[in-house]
C-alpha cells in the first residue's frame, strides 16, 4: 500500500461504517414515513375528518424526532469523505462530488425549507400550501437519496469517466452516463423501499401497540390500513427491485455475488442456497465443501444472475485463478496489467517533467491500453480481490429472509384490519411490534451486502481502499472514531427514549 | 450556453458561486450567534422557548448551507476539498463535532425522557454557536496566513507537522477573523429576533446586545482587514505557474478589482447602518439589509482572496504547492455541467425566500408558544 499500515486504512473503514451504520438507522425511517404522513395529511386535507389530522401530527412528532439525528449523521458521510479518504476525493472528485453538489442544490433545500412549513406552519399557511409542502419534504428527502446512490452506485460500478495522467485522476466525460447508470437506478431503487418497508413496519408496529392497549383504536386502526397497505406495495416492490439488483451484481461485481452466495466453484444452473452454514475452514481453491449443510432452491441463482437457468455462474476459485473453459481470466492477469498500467503512469510523469514528449507519448498508450485495470496494480495477490465471505454470505440470507416474512406480515395484518377482525390476533401483533427492529436488521444488512461485498475496493476495479484514504495515522482515526461512537450511542440512545416516550404519550398528547 | 466559456471563466464563475454561498453560510450562521445569548436575551423558560422556537425554524437551512458549501466545492474545486478536510484533520473534526450537537439539540431539548436533560443540549447550542463559530473563522482565515501541508505528484495531501490543521490556532492573527464572525453572527441574531418574535423585553434585550457587540465587532474586524491588507498576499502568475509573496497583496487586489473593493466597502456599510438603525433608531426591519450587507463583505472577500491572481489555499510548506482556482478545479466538462445545475440556485433561492417571508409574516408571540398543541422546540 502507498503509505499506510493496515491497522490505518481499518480504522479509516471502521468508522466510515460506524457513521454509515448509524446514518442507516436513522434515513430509512425518514424516507418513508414523510410519505406515510404525507398520505396522512391528503387523506385530512380532502375528508376534512380531525381525525386523520391528529393522526398527521402523531406520525410527523415522531418523523421530526427521528429525522435529526440523520441529518448530522448525514453531514459528517460527507466531510469523511474529504477528512478520512482524500486521496479518494481528489482521485474521483470531479465525479463524485457533482452529484453530492446537486443533492445540495435540489434536495436538501427543499426538504429543510419545506420542513419548518411543515411542523410550524399549521395556522400560519393554507391548507394546499402546507399539504404541499409535507409532500416536498418527502419528495426533498427521497431525491436527496437519489443523488447519493447515484455516487455511490457509481463506485460500485463506474462509468462516463477517463484518466487524465496530467492531473492523476478520473474526469467526468458524460454526466448521464454516471445519472442513468443501470446500477445508480437499481441501487436507488431497491435502497428507498427498504426505507419504507421500515417505515411501514414502524407504523404497523406502533399501531398494534395501541391495538394491544385499547387505546387510541380509530387513529391506530387508520394507520395500520396506510401502514400495511403501503408497507404490502414497497415490500412487493423491493422484491423485484432486488432482483434487479443481483442480476447488475452478477453483471458488473461477480466477486460480489460469489460471495453472496458463498459459491467456491462456479456451476451451471447454480442454485441459491436457501439456509446454509458455512464451512469457517474452507479456504479458496480447497477441495473442502462450502457449508456444513444447506438447503438450496435449484437452478434460482442462474435465473437471478443471467435470467438464464442454464448459465454458468462463476465462483470464487474461477474469478481468483480463472476457468479457462468458461474464458474466465485469473486475477492475477488483472494484477499484472494493472501493475504495468502504474507503472506507465509513473514513467508518463517522469517523461513529462524531462519534456521527452515521445517518451511520455509512449507511456501514454501503455497506460491506455491497461487502465481498465488500474486499481489492480495496487493488490499485491490474487486472492486480495475477495471480499470477507462469511459476513458478506450471511448478511444477503438475513436481507432476503427477512424480506420475505416482511410481504407476509403486511399481506396478514392488511386483511385482518379490513375484515375488522386484527384485534383478535393479539400474537400478530406482537409480532408486528417484534419486527420493527426486524426492518432495521434487515436494512444494515442490505448495506453490508453492497458496501462489505466490494471490497477491497473504494472504486470498483480502480481504487483500493488502502490507496483512498487520507496519509493520516492510525491513532488519530482511532480516536475520532470513539469519539463518533461515543456521541452517536448517546443520539441513538436518546432518540430511542424519546421516541418511545412520546408513542406512550400518543396521538392525543400533543407535542412536549 | 456554457460550453462558450473558456475553462478559466467557468473556474472564475464557480468561484463566484462559492463566494456566493460562502456570503449566504455566514449570514445563516446568525442561528448560530442566537445560540450563544439564549439567556442572555430570556427573563425565564417561556421567552428562551420563544428565542429557541425562533431559531429552530431556521436551524436546518444553515446545516443546508453547510452541506451545500462542502458539496459544491467537492465538485468544483476537489483538490481544495481533499488538501483541506483531510489535512487540516482536527479542525474539521471539531467542527463538525460541534455541528453534530446542534442538529438534535433543538428537536430533543424540551421533549420529555430526553435523556441528557435540556440543560445539555442548551449547552450544545452554546458549543456550536461559540466554538463552531470561531473555529471556522480560524479555517477560513488560513485562506490568508497559509497552511502547512504538500501535494505529491498525484495530487495527494502529505501534512506536515502532526497537529493536523490545529496549529493554525496557534497564529493569533487567525483568531481576528474567528472572533470577528462571532461577534457578527450574535449581531445579526439580534436584528433576525426583532423582526421575527414580538416581545417588547426581548427586543429591549436584543438592541443592548447588539450595542455591545458592535464594540466587540469592530476591533477584531478592522484589525482583520489591518492584517490583510498590510501582510504579504499568495500572488499566483499564470503564465510562470509560480506563486510568490507580494507586499500588500490583499489591499491590491480590492483597489484592482473595483467590483470587489466596491462590494466589500458597500457590504460593511450596510451592516453598519443597519446597527445604526437598529440601535439608535429602534427600527426592527433591519435583519435583511444586515443580511445584504454580510452577504456581500463576505463575497468580496472570498472574491480578493482567490481572483487577480491569487492563491487562495496557500502552502506555508512550499508555495509552489499553493491552490489557485486554476489547479484545484474539476475538469472543464464538470464545471460545465455543474454550472447548468446551477442555473436552479435563484429558483431555490426564490422558494425559501416566499417560504420565509410565509411564514414569519406572523410574528412569534406568547400565546403561541404557550398554545397547547404548538409544535416548541
Same mark, same amino acid.
Given at each position: 500500500?502507498?503509505?499506510?499500515?493496515?491497522?490505518?486504512?481499518?480504522? /479509516?473503514?471502521?468508522?466510515?461504517?460506524?457513521?454509515?451504520?448509524?446514518?442507516?438507522?436513522?434515513?430509512?425511517?425518514?424516507?418513508?414515513?414523510?410519505?406515510?404522513?404525507?398520505?396522512?395529511?391528503?387523506?385530512?386535507?380532502?375528508?376534512?375528518?380531525?381525525?386523520?389530522?391528529?393522526?398527521?401530527?402523531?406520525?410527523?412528532?415522531?418523523?421530526?424526532?427521528?429525522? /435529526?439525528?440523520?441529518?448530522?449523521?448525514?453531514?459528517?458521510?460527507?466531510?469523511?469523505?474529504?477528512?478520512?479518504?482524500?486521496?479518494?476525493?481528489?482521485?474521483?472528485?470531479?465525479?463524485?462530488?457533482?452529484?453530492?453538489?446537486?443533492?445540495?442544490?435540489?434536495?436538501?433545500?427543499?426538504?429543510?425549507?419545506?420542513?419548518?412549513?411543515?411542523?410550524?406552519?399549521?395556522?400560519?399557511?393554507?391548507?394546499?400550501?402546507?399539504?404541499?409542502?409535507?409532500?416536498?419534504?418527502?419528495?426533498?428527502?427521497?431525491?436527496?437519496?437519489?443523488?447519493?446512490?447515484?455516487?455511490?452506485?457509481?463506485?460500485?460500478?463506474?462509468?462516463?469517466?477517463?484518466?487524465?495522467?496530467?492531473?492523476?485522476?478520473?474526469?467526468?466525460?458524460?454526466?448521464?452516463?454516471?445519472?442513468?447508470?443501470?446500477?445508480?437506478?437499481?441501487?436507488?431503487?431497491?435502497?428507498?423501499?427498504?426505507?419504507?418497508?421500515?417505515?411501514?413496519?414502524?407504523?404497523?408496529?406502533?399501531?398494534?401497540?395501541?391495538?394491544?392497549?385499547?387505546?387510541?383504536?380509530?387513529?391506530?386502526?387508520?394507520?395500520?390500513?396506510?401502514?400495511?397497505?403501503?408497507?404490502?406495495?414497497?415490500?412487493?416492490?423491493?422484491?423485484?427491485?432486488?432482483?434487479?439488483?443481483?442480476?447488475?451484481?452478477?453483471?458488473?461485481?461477480?466477486?460480489?455475488?460469489?460471495?453472496?452466495?458463498?459459491?467456491?466453484?462456479?456451476?451451471?444452473?447454480?442454485?441459491?442456497?436457501?439456509?446454509?452454514?458455512?464451512?469457517?475452514?474452507?479456504?479458496?481453491?480447497?477441495?473442502?465443501?462450502?457449508?456444513?449443510?444447506?438447503?438450496?432452491?435449484?437452478? /434460482?441463482?442462474?435465473?437471478?444472475?443471467?435470467?438464464?437457468?442454464?448459465?454458468?455462474?462463476?465462483?470464487?476459485?474461477?474469478?481468483?485463478?480463472?476457468?479457462?473453459?468458461?474464458?474466465?481470466?485469473?486475477?492475477?492477469?488483472?494484477?499484472?496489467?494493472?501493475?504495468?498500467?502504474?507503472?506507465?503512469?509513473?514513467?508518463?510523469?517522469?517523461?513529462?517533467?524531462?519534456?521527452?514528449?515521445?517518451?511520455?507519448?509512449?507511456?501514454?498508450?501503455?497506460?491506455?491500453?491497461?487502465? /481498465?485495470?488500474?486499481?489492480?496494480?495496487?493488490?499485491?495477490?490474487?486472492?486480495?480481490?475477495?471480499?470477507?465471505?462469511?459476513?458478506?454470505?450471511?448478511?444477503?440470507?438475513?436481507?432476503?429472509?427477512?424480506?420475505?416474512?416482511?410481504?407476509?406480515?403486511?399481506?396478514?395484518?392488511?386483511?385482518?384490519?379490513?375484515?375488522?377482525?386484527?384485534?383478535?390476533?393479539?400474537?400478530?401483533?406482537?409480532?408486528?411490534?417484534?419486527?420493527?427492529?426486524?426492518?432495521?436488521?434487515?436494512?444494515?444488512?442490505?448495506?453490508?451486502?453492497?458496501?462489505?461485498?466490494?471490497?477491497?475496493?473504494?472504486?470498483?476495479?480502480?481504487?483500493?481502499?488502502?490507496?483512498?484514504?487520507?496519509?493520516?495515522?492510525?491513532?488519530?482515526?482511532?480516536?475520532?472514531?470513539?469519539?463518533?461512537?461515543?456521541?452517536?450511542?448517546?443520539?441513538?440512545?436518546?432518540?430511542?427514549?424519546?421516541?418511545?416516550?412520546?408513542?406512550?404519550?400518543?396521538?392525543?398528547?400533543?407535542?412536549? | 450556453?456554457?460550453?462558450?466559456?473558456?475553462?478559466?471563466?467557468?473556474?472564475?464563475?464557480?468561484?463566484?458561486?462559492?463566494?456566493?454561498?460562502?456570503?449566504?453560510?455566514?449570514?445563516?450562521?446568525?442561528?448560530?450567534?442566537?445560540?450563544?445569548?439564549?439567556?442572555?436575551?430570556?427573563?425565564?423558560?417561556?421567552?428562551?422557548?420563544?428565542?429557541?422556537?425562533?431559531?429552530?425554524?431556521?436551524?436546518?437551512?444553515?446545516?443546508?448551507?453547510?452541506?451545500?458549501?462542502?458539496?459544491?466545492?467537492?465538485?468544483?474545486?476537489?483538490?481544495?476539498?481533499?488538501?483541506?478536510?483531510?489535512?487540516?484533520?482536527?479542525?474539521?473534526?471539531?467542527?463538525?463535532?460541534?455541528?453534530?450537537?446542534?442538529?438534535?439539540?433543538?428537536?430533543?431539548?424540551?421533549?420529555?425522557?430526553?435523556?441528557?436533560?435540556?440543560?445539555?443540549?442548551?449547552?450544545?447550542?452554546?458549543?456550536?454557536?461559540?466554538?463552531?463559530?470561531? &473555529?471556522?473563522?480560524?479555517?477560513?482565515?488560513?485562506?490568508?496566513?497559509?497552511?502547512?501541508?504538500?501535494?505529491?505528484?498525484?495530487?495527494?495531501?502529505?501534512?506536515?507537522?502532526?497537529?493536523?490543521?490545529?496549529?493554525?490556532?496557534?497564529?493569533?492573527?487567525?483568531?481576528?477573523?474567528?472572533?470577528?464572525? &462571532?461577534?457578527?453572527?450574535?449581531?445579526?441574531?439580534?436584528?433576525?429576533?426583532?423582526?421575527?418574535?414580538?416581545?417588547?423585553?426581548?427586543?429591549?434585550?436584543?438592541?443592548?446586545?447588539?450595542?455591545?457587540?458592535?464594540?466587540?465587532?469592530?476591533?477584531?474586524?478592522?484589525?482583520?482587514?489591518?492584517?490583510?491588507?498590510?501582510?504579504?498576499?499568495?500572488?499566483?502568475?499564470?503564465?510562470?505557474?509560480?506563486?510568490?509573496?507580494?507586499?500588500?497583496?490583499?489591499?491590491?487586489?480590492?483597489?484592482?478589482?473595483?467590483?470587489?473593493?466596491?462590494?466589500?466597502?458597500?457590504?460593511?456599510?450596510?451592516?453598519?447602518?443597519?446597527?445604526?438603525?437598529?440601535?439608535?433608531?429602534?427600527?426592527?426591519?433591519?435583519?435583511?439589509?444586515?443580511?445584504?450587507?454580510?452577504?456581500?463583505?463576505?463575497?468580496?472577500?472570498?472574491?480578493?482572496?482567490?481572483?487577480?491572481?491569487?492563491?487562495?489555499?496557500?502552502?506555508?510548506?512550499?508555495?509552489?504547492?499553493?491552490?489557485?482556482?486554476?489547479?484545484?478545479?474539476?475538469?472543464?466538462?464538470?464545471?460545465?455541467?455543474?454550472?447548468?445545475?446551477?442555473?436552479?440556485?435563484?429558483?431555490?433561492?426564490?422558494?425559501?425566500?416566499?417560504?420565509?417571508?410565509?411564514?414569519?409574516?406572523?410574528?412569534?408571540?406568547?400565546?403561541?408558544?404557550?398554545?397547547?398543541?404548538?409544535?416548541?422546540?
Amino acid at each position: 500500500m502507498l503509505y499506510e499500515t493496515a491497522a490505518s486504512v481499518d480504522w /479509516a473503514r471502521a468508522q466510515f461504517a460506524l457513521t454509515a451504520i448509524y446514518h442507516f438507522l436513522f434515513v430509512p425511517l425518514t424516507l418513508g414515513l414523510s410519505f406515510i404522513v404525507a398520505i396522512m395529511e391528503t387523506l385530512y386535507v380532502r375528508t376534512n375528518d380531525p381525525q386523520w389530522k391528529r393522526a398527521t401530527k402523531f406520525w410527523m412528532t415522531l418523523f421530526a424526532i427521528n429525522f /435529526a439525528v440523520g441529518v448530522a449523521t448525514g453531514l459528517i458521510m460527507e466531510f469523511e469523505f474529504g477528512t478520512n479518504w482524500a486521496n479518494y476525493s481528489w482521485f474521483v472528485g470531479d465525479i463524485f462530488g457533482a452529484p453530492l453538489a446537486v443533492e445540495g442544490i435540489l434536495a436538501f433545500f427543499m426538504e429543510s425549507t419545506f420542513f419548518a412549513v411543515m411542523f410550524f406552519g399549521w395556522d400560519k399557511v393554507s391548507k394546499g400550501f402546507h399539504l404541499l409542502s409535507t409532500w416536498l419534504v418527502a419528495v426533498g428527502s427521497n431525491l436527496s437519496a437519489l443523488w447519493i446512490l447515484v455516487a455511490n452506485g457509481w463506485m460500485q460500478y463506474p462509468v462516463g469517466m477517463a484518466f487524465n495522467p496530467d492531473t492523476a485522476r478520473n474526469e467526468m466525460a458524460n454526466f448521464w452516463d454516471v445519472i442513468l447508470s443501470p446500477v445508480a437506478m437499481s441501487k436507488f431503487l431497491h435502497t428507498i423501499s427498504s426505507g419504507y418497508v421500515i417505515a411501514g413496519l414502524f407504523v404497523v408496529g406502533i399501531s398494534g401497540w395501541y391495538l394491544l392497549k385499547n387505546r387510541d383504536t380509530l387513529i391506530a386502526k387508520r394507520s395500520m390500513v396506510v401502514g400495511a397497505s403501503f408497507g404490502l406495495l414497497v415490500s412487493l416492490f423491493l422484491a423485484l427491485s432486488g432482483d434487479e439488483s443481483a442480476y447488475n451484481v452478477a453483471q458488473k461485481q461477480p466477486v460480489k455475488l460469489a460471495a453472496m452466495e458463498g459459491l467456491y466453484k462456479g456451476e451451471t444452473r447454480a442454485g441459491i442456497i436457501a439456509f446454509g452454514i458455512l464451512n469457517p475452514d474452507k479456504e479458496l481453491g480447497d477441495d473442502r465443501h462450502e457449508f456444513y449443510g444447506d438447503i438450496e432452491i435449484p437452478y /434460482a441463482l442462474s435465473f437471478l444472475g443471467y435470467h438464464d437457468i442454464d448459465a454458468f455462474v462463476p465462483g470464487l476459485d474461477d474469478l481468483v485463478y480463472g476457468n479457462e473453459k468458461h474464458g474466465i481470466e485469473p486475477a492475477q492477469a488483472r494484477i499484472d496489467r494493472g501493475k504495468t498500467a502504474v507503472a506507465a503512469f509513473k514513467e508518463y510523469k517522469t517523461a513529462v517533467k524531462a519534456g521527452d514528449e515521445a517518451g511520455a507519448a509512449e507511456a501514454r498508450t501503455v497506460l491506455e491500453a491497461n487502465i /481498465a485495470d488500474f486499481g489492480y496494480g495496487y493488490l499485491d495477490k490474487p486472492e486480495d480481490i475477495v471480499p470477507p465471505i462469511a459476513l458478506t454470505f450471511y448478511s444477503f440470507h438475513v436481507m432476503v429472509g427477512l424480506g420475505s416474512w416482511f410481504i407476509l406480515l403486511f399481506l396478514a395484518l392488511l386483511y385482518l384490519t379490513m375484515a375488522n377482525e386484527i384485534t383478535r390476533f393479539r400474537k400478530l401483533l406482537w409480532l408486528a411490534i417484534w419486527s420493527i427492529p426486524l426492518g432495521y436488521i434487515a436494512a444494515e444488512a442490505g448495506w453490508i451486502v453492497a458496501e462489505v461485498g466490494r471490497q477491497p475496493w473504494a472504486v470498483q476495479d480502480l481504487l483500493p481502499v488502502g490507496i483512498a484514504m487520507t496519509d493520516i495515522s492510525s491513532s488519530s482515526v482511532q480516536t475520532t472514531f470513539w469519539m463518533f461512537a461515543a456521541l452517536f450511542t448517546a443520539l441513538l440512545v436518546a432518540e430511542i427514549k424519546i421516541m418511545l416516550r412520546q408513542i406512550k404519550i400518543g396521538p392525543d398528547g400533543g407535542d412536549h | 450556453m456554457f460550453e462558450a466559456l473558456t475553462f478559466l471563466q467557468l473556474q472564475q464563475y464557480w468561484w463566484i458561486i462559492i463566494s456566493l454561498l460562502g456570503g449566504l453560510f455566514v449570514y445563516i450562521m446568525f442561528i448560530q450567534g442566537g445560540q450563544t445569548v439564549l439567556n442572555q436575551l430570556s427573563r425565564n423558560e417561556t421567552e428562551k422557548t420563544m428565542l429557541v422556537n425562533s431559531l429552530g425554524r431556521k436551524w436546518e437551512l444553515g446545516f443546508t448551507t453547510l452541506v451545500l458549501f462542502g458539496g459544491a466545492l467537492f465538485a468544483a474545486f476537489p483538490l481544495f476539498y481533499a488538501t483541506s478536510f483531510g489535512g487540516a484533520y482536527w479542525v474539521w473534526m471539531v467542527i463538525l463535532f460541534c455541528f453534530i450537537i446542534q442538529a438534535v439539540s433543538y428537536e430533543y431539548r424540551k421533549k420529555p425522557d430526553n435523556v441528557l436533560g435540556q440543560k445539555t443540549y442548551e449547552a450544545f447550542l452554546y458549543i456550536n454557536g461559540s466554538l463552531g463559530v470561531v &473555529l471556522l473563522g480560524i479555517a477560513i482565515s488560513t485562506f490568508f496566513s497559509g497552511a502547512d501541508f504538500a501535494l505529491d505528484d498525484n495530487n495527494f495531501v502529505h501534512w506536515q507537522g502532526g497537529a493536523r490543521g490545529l496549529e493554525a490556532l496557534l497564529n493569533p492573527m487567525n483568531y481576528l477573523l474567528g472572533f470577528a464572525l &462571532l461577534f457578527l453572527v450574535r449581531i445579526a441574531a439580534g436584528m433576525y429576533f426583532i423582526s421575527s418574535i414580538d416581545h417588547a423585553p426581548i427586543e429591549a434585550k436584543a438592541r443592548t446586545m447588539i450595542k455591545r457587540n458592535i464594540v466587540w465587532f469592530l476591533p477584531f474586524f478592522l484589525g482583520f482587514v489591518a492584517w490583510i491588507f498590510l501582510k504579504d498576499g499568495f500572488a499566483y502568475d499564470a503564465a510562470t505557474k509560480t506563486v510568490s509573496m507580494v507586499p500588500n497583496k490583499y489591499f491590491w487586489n480590492f483597489i484592482e478589482m473595483p467590483v470587489v473593493g466596491i462590494m466589500f466597502l458597500a457590504g460593511v456599510v450596510m451592516v453598519l447602518l443597519s446597527v445604526f438603525n437598529t440601535v439608535f433608531r429602534g427600527k426592527s426591519c433591519c435583519a435583511w439589509t444586515n443580511g445584504v450587507g454580510i452577504v456581500l463583505t463576505v463575497m468580496a472577500v472570498l472574491l480578493a482572496v482567490g481572483f487577480n491572481g491569487t492563491a487562495f489555499y496557500p502552502s506555508t510548506h512550499d508555495l509552489q504547492h499553493s491552490l489557485t482556482i486554476e489547479n484545484a478545479s474539476g475538469s472543464l466538462y464538470t464545471l460545465t455541467v455543474m454550472s447548468y445545475v446551477s442555473l436552479m440556485v435563484p429558483f431555490v433561492l426564490a422558494y425559501i425566500a416566499y417560504a420565509w417571508r410565509a411564514m414569519d409574516r406572523v410574528k412569534i408571540t406568547e400565546d403561541e408558544i404557550n398554545a397547547p398543541d404548538a409544535h416548541n422546540y
